[in-house]
């Protein structure tokens, strides 16, 4: 088997030993004969000089703006930590109250980022591995729900209500019961981070519906030299 990039819109395999805008220590395993003949898709992070595949299934931890935030390279994390600080400084200016709900929460990076601003902290993750993370992700008082989101709605025994929510979904969007609640939330602020145009736009026009406002939006190049953006929606309840 070859190593290299999958073309786009299809299936062959381009073979490549070193891309121009990777980090060093992509560029490290593709040069490799690491994963060579296990799988026919690999998830690598580099940095510098050094690299970590999802079959090491070792932990490993970056830091934004001082903060230490542990996760592996076989769960989700974002693919440019160069961009990370700004994002962060922007949750910071826009999150509100007391109480904050991470919807998608993955190992917590996103509430890792705006963490001192509140007392508590609720994240809900249907993968139940990002576990041991998020529990070291977040310092303060954390109530971690490793349940779908849909499951985490129907339960009526949680305490649901938060000051802001962040949600950060796959590309795929939000359920139509997921934009339900989001719209009878009463949450004072709701940050919608995504990374597709089209579920974000058909999600947020149910979302605000007669109960909230756009009150700002933001384009993160997370994606350079591609035609992708992370859009950023922060909603308001009117009055």
């Not at 121009?20 to 580099?46: C, H, I, M, Q, W």
Request: aromatic share 10%.
């Amino acid at each position: 088997k070859i190593k290299g990039f999958k073309e786009k819109a299809g299936d062959n395999i381009i073979s490549i030993d070193y891309c121009p805008v990777a980090t060093g220590g992509v560029n490290r395993y593709l040069l490799s004969k690491k994963d060579k003949n296990k799988n026919e898709r690999v998830t690598v992070f580099g940095k510098e000089n050094w690299f970590s595949t999802e079959n090491d299934k070792e932990e490993i931890h970056i830091t934004v703006n001082n903060k230490k935030i542990f996760f592996n390279s076989a769960l989700f994390f974002q693919s440019n930590l160069s961009i990370l600080p700004e994002l962060g400084d922007y949750l910071n200016k826009h999150v509100f109250g007391d109480t904050l709900l991470d919807l998608y929460s993955g190992v917590g990076l996103l509430s890792s980022m705006v963490e001192e601003k509140f007392k508590k902290i609720k994240a809900v993750e249907i993968n139940q591995k990002v576990t041991p993370m998020i529990e070291k992700n977040i310092h303060g008082d954390l109530d971690f729900y490793p349940l779908s989101i849909e499951k985490w709605i129907s339960d009526i025994k949680i305490d649901k209500r938060a000051d802001t929510i962040i949600i950060d979904p796959p590309r795929a969007g939000l359920t139509k019961k997921v934009r339900n609640f989001l719209n009878q939330s009463k949450a004072a602020v709701i940050i919608y981070v995504s990374c597709d145009p089209a579920t974000m736009s058909r999600d947020l026009k149910d979302i605000i519906a007669d109960k909230y406002t756009v009150d700002d939006f933001i384009l993160f190049d997370f994606y350079p030299q591609t035609s992708h953006m992370e859009a950023v929606a922060v909603l308001r309840q009117m009055s």
